[in-house]
């Protein structure tokens, strides 16, 4: 499939976007073992559901199969989180859910989306534009702070 459904989510669908942080979390094997330390430190927080800002992929069938979720933050639009069920990896969702929040941020007029991403992260962010300004301390060890410029 190469055009996945975008909408917003319901809170309704919590269970599903939990379970999928949950186990794109543990597909990074440099973050699995302080996930699993602490991993109730590490829930998703329901306040952008509740907030409307979680976007979701849906396969055909209508199950979430990734999620993005934004703030709009410095006349910027914050990428908080961006995360795709591991067994649906590797088919573009997450580069779809990059461009529903570009397109999100021409229609709110911001120019930039910005980002804190793991190093392994990388390659796909550089892929859809995104360009490293710095290394920052994260939770789980160095992290890159990154932005995408929107074109108009």
Do not use: C, K
Request: proline share 5%; no cysteine.
């Amino acid at each position: 499939m190469s055009s996945w459904p975008i909408r917003n989510a319901v809170p309704a669908e919590r269970p599903r976007l939990r379970d999928v942080h949950w186990q794109a979390s543990l597909n990074n094997e440099g973050d699995r073992a302080a996930l699993l330390a602490g991993g109730e430190e590490y829930a998703l927080p329901d306040r952008p559901l509740d907030e409307g800002r979680v976007r979701v992929a849906t396969d055909a069938g209508g199950t979430i199969v990734g999620f993005a979720t934004t703030l709009a933050a410095d006349g910027a639009l914050e990428l908080e989180d961006l995360f795709v069920d591991p067994e649906w990896m590797r088919r573009g969702i997450a580069t779809a859910l990059i461009r529903d929040a570009m397109e999100f941020a021409r229609r709110a007029g911001v120019r930039r989306i910005d980002v804190t991403g793991n190093p392994h992260a990388l390659a796909f962010y550089e892929s859809v534009g995104f360009v490293a300004d710095r290394e920052v301390a994260t939770t789980f060890g160095v992290g890159l702070r990154m932005h995408l410029d929107v074109d108009g």
